[in-house]
């Protein structure tokens, strides 16, 4: 699976993005998805996943309420509706996928359990 993330910019604070996630190589249907950021100085932190059956979202609690996790399958794409945004929230994002079935917020949670990754897109908000 290939990943490719696009969307990132420069946005002010309380403003919105999108990001979008395309894969390729084969469908990312079964597969759990995930964002993660990494800012600068900073190690790279667990955003929001959505689990392989589909039926959950899991998201680190300083995004809970202003970020949305969602997948379209028909366009083996999935996105990052970003609301409220924050001068904190600046950072590269990156999508990532994993073929395992996890069940739980911790394992969706660890960049390790993650096999593929896309290169990441930069996102900016200024105060």
């Known amino acids: 699976v290939q990943l490719q993330a696009c969307g990132g910019g420069l946005v002010q604070a309380g403003g919105s993005l999108r990001l979008s996630c395309a894969a390729s190589g084969r469908t990312f249907s079964g597969y759990g998805m995930g964002w993660f950021r990494q800012a600068p100085g900073n190690e790279r932190e667990f955003v929001a996943a959505i689990s392989w059956s589909r039926s959950n979202t899991y998201y680190a609690d300083f995004v809970k309420g202003r970020f949305t996790i969602s997948e379209d399958n028909a366009k083996n794409t999935m996105y990052l509706q970003m609301n409220s945004l924050k001068p904190e929230d600046t950072a590269v994002y990156y999508c990532?996928?994993?073929?395992?079935?996890?069940?739980?917020?911790?394992?969706?949670?660890?960049?390790?359990?993650?096999?593929?990754w896309g290169q990441g897109t930069e996102v900016t908000v200024s105060s």
């Open positions: 990532a996928a994993h073929g395992r079935r996890y069940y739980d917020i911790y394992n969706y949670s660890v960049s390790g359990r993650y096999d593929y």
